[in-house]
């Protein structure tokens, strides 16, 4: 009997560790899945993850892997697949304690797809108040662009309690000139007490001495960035310091620009309440926010009060899509890539082979790239997604059948495959010019005299030509001012502020008409700015390398 326990022990003692050691790589393995999930790394994430799907006692990670899953195949558009593990999740682990986030999900899918009845059905669902609250932004954010008031009106019937959908329906009802569309705004402000006024959304815009900016920052923002230069750079500190000094040349020409500064960060909610403060309503123009939900809020806001609205970081075009009062100051990725055809087609022979990167990033802008070189009467010889160095051997093969391509365009943020294409050129002594994006100037293993000689031409969208007269006057009026070296925001926010201000000055706070119809304009520490007939920057600074200096491939004219 003894000999008996003995070895039932030791078998349970065996057992036990290896189910520890099974719970450690199943942690080990959903941690390294987030840290993908960070790096934009969506695919390699859902391979890590897909073992964790699988219910078992020693996967104690199964409904946060759905969870991860599913926001992986949103980010790689794919979102019948991330419906349906949501579904899965739902279904698997009803009291999962974080369903809020897979209910706020599974509403963006929904409200991607203008299924606002499922959208809302999903918000209702929500528990906590701050996803409740989150909820609320969300809602505001896309119903607010539903140009069909009777959509709207028939949604209402539906969820005759939603205060998110009532807000929305009456600003768009006090702008009717149907009697009913008016009572029915009269009806639901008194209902949910919103103390909206018919003449809200309507302002009377003038040419003025001076106008009032309200500049929404994260100053205590948490995350900080270190520039090209190594230098710790807070994002909001720095582009402030900018505006202000913008602020100080405006003057000098002859407009007072007042700035009121606002510490925002990613909190829809926050942004929310400033927004429906009385006082808010007074500036001309807004600057920011640049994180989180507080841009949707800001981008629906100032649609409605029919003010500017500039954001001064993101990329992303759908921010300011169907809003002719925000304004993306920097080219959006779309702009970027097709501004780069239209270049590659005018400087080079007519074709081209396209490789692309991993991240959704990557693989949009070399689909719309090849779709506009295409439109130009363009040849594409390769189309391949290069996910690591391990399929670097079919970018070579592909270049080596087309020796005489016109150009390579390579959008990778992947440094060993920029190091293969750069080695492959120089061994194979290959003349073929490339086009890819600045951040390959950051690879230490790269030099910029490769660069030159292999014709390696830079999307630069942030270039500035540290030599001109300008930049540095602007360097030791800020080094005076601040002690410090201007960082890159430290620029964008000069320049921002000193284009939109005299904007200001010519057309009032309602310049977007006059903005689009303007010819490019020469910047004064960025290159140029085109808006015509568009919302972001239609402008992109291409530079190479020539004779050792970083100069503009396609200068204004």
Same mark, same amino acid.
């Given at each position: 009997?003894?000999?008996?326990?003995?070895?039932?022990?030791?078998?349970?003692?065996?057992?036990?560790?290896?189910?520890?050691?099974?719970?450690?790589?199943?942690?080990?393995?959903?941690?390294?899945?987030?840290?993908?999930?960070?790096?934009?790394?969506?695919?390699?994430?859902?391979?890590?993850?897909?073992?964790?799907?699988?219910?078992?006692?020693?996967?104690?990670?199964?409904?946060?892997?759905?969870?991860?899953?599913?926001?992986?195949?949103?980010?790689?558009?794919?979102?019948?697949?991330?419906?349906?593990?949501?579904?899965?999740?739902?279904?698997?682990?009803?009291?999962?304690?974080?369903?809020?986030?897979?209910?706020?999900?599974?509403?963006?899918?929904?409200?991607?797809?203008?299924?606002?009845?499922?959208?809302?059905?999903?918000?209702?669902?929500?528990?906590?108040?701050?996803?409740?609250?989150?909820?609320?932004?969300?809602?505001?954010?896309?119903?607010?662009?539903?140009?069909?008031?009777?959509?709207?009106?028939?949604?209402?019937?539906?969820?005759?309690?939603?205060?998110?959908?009532?807000?929305?329906?009456?600003?768009?009802?006090?702008?009717?000139?149907?009697?009913?569309?008016?009572?029915?705004?009269?009806?639901?402000?008194?209902?949910?007490?919103?103390?909206?006024?018919?003449?809200?959304?309507?302002?009377?815009?003038?040419?003025?001495?001076?106008?009032?900016?309200?500049?929404?920052?994260?100053?205590?923002?948490?995350?900080?960035?270190?520039?090209?230069?190594?230098?710790?750079?807070?994002?909001?500190?720095?582009?402030?310091? &900018?505006?202000? /000094? +913008?602020?100080? !040349?405006? $003057?000098?020409?002859?407009?007072?620009?007042?700035?009121? %500064?606002?510490?925002?960060?990613?909190?829809?909610?926050?942004?929310?309440?400033?927004?429906?403060?009385?006082?808010?309503?007074?500036?001309?123009?807004?600057?920011?926010?640049?994180?989180?939900?507080?841009?949707?809020?800001?981008?629906?806001?100032?649609?409605?009060?029919?003010?500017?609205?500039?954001?001064?970081?993101?990329?992303?075009?759908?921010?300011?899509?169907?809003?002719?009062?925000?304004?993306?100051?920097?080219?959006?990725?779309?702009?970027?890539?097709?501004?780069?055809?239209?270049?590659?087609?005018?400087?080079?022979?007519?074709?081209?082979?396209?490789?692309?990167?991993?991240?959704?990033?990557?693989?949009?802008?070399?689909?719309?790239?090849?779709?506009?070189?295409?439109?130009?009467? &363009?040849?594409? /010889? +390769?189309?391949? !997604?290069? $996910?690591?160095?391990?399929?670097?051997?079919?970018?070579? %093969?592909?270049?080596?059948?087309?020796?005489?391509?016109?150009?390579?365009?390579?959008?990778?943020?992947?440094?060993?495959?920029?190091?293969?294409?750069?080695?492959?050129?120089?061994?194979?002594?290959?003349?073929?010019?490339?086009?890819?994006?600045?951040?390959?100037?950051?690879?230490?293993?790269?030099?910029?005299?490769?660069?030159?000689?292999?014709?390696?031409?830079?999307?630069?969208?942030?270039?500035?030509?540290?030599?001109?007269?300008?930049?540095?006057?602007?360097?030791?009026?800020?080094?005076?001012?601040?002690?410090?070296?201007?960082?890159?925001?430290?620029?964008?926010?000069?320049?921002?502020?000193?284009?939109?201000?005299?904007?200001?000055?010519?057309?009032?706070?309602?310049?977007?008409? &006059?903005?689009?119809?303007?010819?490019?304009?020469?910047?004064?520490?960025?290159?140029?700015?085109?808006?015509?007939?568009?919302?972001?920057?239609?402008?992109?600074?291409?530079?190479?390398?020539?004779?050792?200096?970083?100069?503009?491939?396609?200068?204004?004219?």
């Amino acid at each position: 009997m003894r000999k008996f326990l003995l070895a039932l022990f030791t078998c349970l003692s065996v057992l036990q560790i290896a189910f520890t050691q099974t719970v450690a790589d199943n942690r080990r393995k959903y941690e390294s899945a987030k840290d993908l999930l960070k790096q934009e790394k969506y695919a390699l994430a859902q391979e890590l993850l897909r073992p964790l799907l699988v219910v078992s006692p020693e996967n104690p990670f199964a409904a946060y892997a759905h969870y991860l899953t599913a926001y992986a195949a949103y980010k790689l558009h794919k979102p019948d697949d991330a419906k349906l593990t949501l579904m899965q999740l739902q279904q698997k682990f009803p009291s999962w304690p974080d369903q809020d986030q897979a209910h706020y999900l599974m509403a963006t899918l929904f409200f991607d797809k203008k299924d606002y009845t499922n959208a809302l059905t999903e918000q209702a669902q929500l528990r906590t108040e701050k996803m409740k609250a989150e909820g609320t932004t969300q809602a505001t954010y896309y119903l607010s662009q539903e140009a069909n008031v009777g959509t709207l009106k028939t949604l209402q019937t539906k969820f005759p309690s939603d205060r998110a959908l009532a807000e929305v329906l009456v600003n768009k009802l006090w702008l009717s000139t149907h009697a009913a569309d008016k009572d029915l705004a009269a009806k639901l402000n008194a209902q949910f007490k919103l103390k909206k006024e018919e003449s809200a959304p309507v302002r009377k815009v003038e040419t003025k001495s001076s106008y009032n900016v309200a500049v929404l920052l994260p100053f205590d923002y948490a995350k900080l960035v270190v520039e090209k230069s190594g230098r710790v750079s807070p994002i909001a500190v720095d582009m402030y310091n &900018g505006i202000r /000094l +913008a602020q100080q !040349k405006l $003057a000098q020409e002859g407009v007072q620009i007042n700035l009121l %500064a606002y510490d925002v960060g990613a909190d829809g909610s926050k942004m929310t309440q400033l927004v429906s403060q009385p006082d808010f309503r007074a500036n001309d123009m807004i600057i920011g926010p640049i994180n989180g939900s507080s841009i949707r809020v800001a981008v629906t806001y100032a649609s409605q009060a029919q003010i500017p609205q500039v954001n001064p970081i993101t990329t992303n075009s759908q921010i300011v899509q169907g809003n002719p009062f925000s304004y993306l100051y920097q080219s959006s990725v779309e702009s970027q890539t097709s501004y780069t055809a239209a270049f590659a087609k005018k400087q080079f022979a007519p074709s081209t082979l396209i490789f692309y990167g991993t991240t959704p990033k990557d693989s949009a802008m070399a689909f719309l790239y090849r779709k506009k070189f295409l439109e130009g009467g &363009g040849k594409v /010889l +390769a189309f391949k !997604k290069i $996910a690591s160095t391990a399929a670097a051997p079919q970018m070579t %093969a592909a270049i080596a059948a087309n020796p005489t391509a016109g150009h390579i365009f390579i959008t990778s943020a992947v440094q060993t495959v920029a190091i293969s294409l750069v080695s492959f050129l120089e061994k194979e002594n290959l003349a073929i010019p490339v086009i890819t994006q600045d951040n390959w100037l950051s690879y230490p293993m790269l030099s910029y005299n490769q660069f030159e000689k292999l014709q390696f031409y830079f999307i630069s969208p942030e270039y500035i030509d540290y030599r001109s007269p300008e930049v540095i006057a602007f360097k030791k009026t800020y080094v005076e001012a601040q002690n410090l070296i201007p960082s890159m925001y430290s620029y964008q926010g000069y320049d921002m502020m000193l284009f939109f201000g005299r904007m200001l000055k010519e057309f009032g706070s309602d310049f977007q008409k &006059g903005l689009q119809s303007k010819p490019l304009i020469k910047g004064a520490i960025f290159t140029g700015y085109d808006f015509h007939n568009s919302n972001d920057n239609q402008y992109v600074p291409i530079a190479k390398f020539e004779n050792g200096n970083y100069i503009l491939a396609n200068p204004l004219e």
